[in-house]
């Protein structure tokens, strides 16, 4: 029986950009950081709130993925807060250029996206 998503994982075109888009950005928390050197290949482990929930690697020339929330694939990675108004004026300041806050037409509940370093699609939503 499954229990819950354990991690997400994302390889990255920039390492240290996303490293510091995750960290310094989204404020996520590093569990742990390793270089293995057989693959040359960064892991970082990161957390929110002291739950694991993300590795980010870096690989040698990963190919390019079409990365449209609608294109086949992982749609988007999604986070909860508090205050959407807050939070996206935040990200802007940090230089994001996240898109407008608009309402979900199923859920009527608000939302907006940026994008993360790789062009992910990143959603803020608020419960």
Not at 16 to 35: A, T, V, W
Not at 55 to 74: C, D, T
């Amino acid at each position: 029986m499954m229990k819950k998503i354990h991690h997400i994982a994302i390889i990255t075109g920039n390492y240290e950009k996303s490293k510091d888009f995750y960290i310094n950005k989204l404020g996520l928390e590093i569990i742990r950081e390793e270089y293995r050197e057989t693959r040359k290949s960064y892991k970082l482990d990161l957390a929110l709130n002291g739950e694991y929930i993300i590795e980010l690697f870096s690989f040698e020339n990963p190919p390019e993925r079409v990365s449209n929330p609608e294109a086949k694939g992982l749609r988007h990675l999604c986070f909860e807060v508090d205050d959407l108004g807050k939070e996206r004026e935040r990200l802007n300041l940090l230089g994001l250029n996240c898109e407008e806050i608009r309402v979900d037409e199923y859920t009527n509940k608000k939302f907006f996206f940026c994008k993360d370093p790789d062009n992910l699609p990143i959603e803020f939503y608020e419960e």
